[in-house]
């Protein structure tokens, strides 16, 4: 039973951080320090289930792409630049993975990665601040975006939300709606085939606690569910500086709290 909840609050931690610029990968890496460790299959599947919650929120939007794609020249267009920028992550993402570039996911890269993370948010949202406000989602934007993922992808603790979201407003689409949006809907493909990826290559090992593996995955998804609907109302009228300052204050305590050596 014990292990079932600690499932469960995995899976509740996940929902809740994916989509927020805060790094689910660092809040993961720390509950596991208390509620134990689980296998990479287990953290990547969690992860799509809160892309689940993407899906259930964007399903209107997701409509709007399958119907107009046939005879709407917009929605064509930016089902395009979906397909491109997935086509990036996932060659490199697939290139990276083979050669085995990533960093350990522990604490101290991680607690960088936050701090670093944060006052890149800062800065980004300063420049963007004295430009035009701006929705379209360019060829470049589409491009920068799916590199921006692989980066988040080698660097653990970047936060794939953030660093998508941010590569896009400094790119040119200033709009954090629609920079928030193409970076969650390109979530959707990625994590479903890095899921499916790492199925094929852990999924048969027969070592997986499939029962608490399902309820994980739902408590994410209903967490992410109720985290990207918040979080959606709250950039109209609000920026990204109080998760930038969350990241700092974070990092910053994880470093002072290492011991030597970590």
Not at 4 to 23: M, N, V
Not at 125 to 130: D, P, T, V
């Amino acid at each position: 039973m014990d292990s079932l909840i600690s499932a469960l609050l995995l899976g509740l931690i996940e929902g809740i951080t994916e989509f927020l610029p805060i790094s689910s990968t660092s809040h993961l890496l720390i509950a596991q320090h208390w509620l134990g460790q689980r296998s990479d299959l287990f953290n990547i599947a969690i992860q799509s289930g809160a892309i689940v919650a993407v899906v259930l929120v964007y399903r209107q939007r997701l409509w709007q792409l399958a119907t107009g794609f046939f005879h709407d020249p917009e929605q064509r267009d930016y089902v395009a630049k979906l397909v491109v920028a997935f086509g990036v992550t996932g060659a490199l993402g697939l290139a990276a993975s083979k050669a085995g570039v990533r960093l350990p996911e522990t604490v101290t890269p991680i607690a960088w990665a936050l701090l670093i993370g944060g006052v890149f948010i800062l800065l980004a949202e300063r420049l963007c601040a004295r430009r035009e406000e701006v929705a379209k989602i360019t060829w470049t934007v589409a491009i920068l975006v799916g590199l921006a993922q692989v980066v988040a992808g080698v660097f653990p603790g970047t936060s794939r939300s953030a660093a998508a979201i941010f590569v896009a407003m400094l790119a040119g689409t200033t709009h954090r709606p629609a920079a928030t949006e193409f970076a969650f809907l390109l979530g959707i493909p990625t994590m479903f085939a890095a899921t499916g990826y790492a199925f094929i290559r852990d999924g048969g090992s027969g070592t997986e606690a499939w029962g608490e593996l399902g309820v994980a995955f739902m408590a994410a998804t209903l967490a992410g569910f109720v985290a990207v609907r918040w979080l959606l109302g709250y950039i109209k009228t609000h920026r990204f500086t109080g998760f930038a300052i969350y990241r700092i204050a974070l990092g910053a305590a994880l470093l002072l709290g290492l011991p030597a050596g970590a």
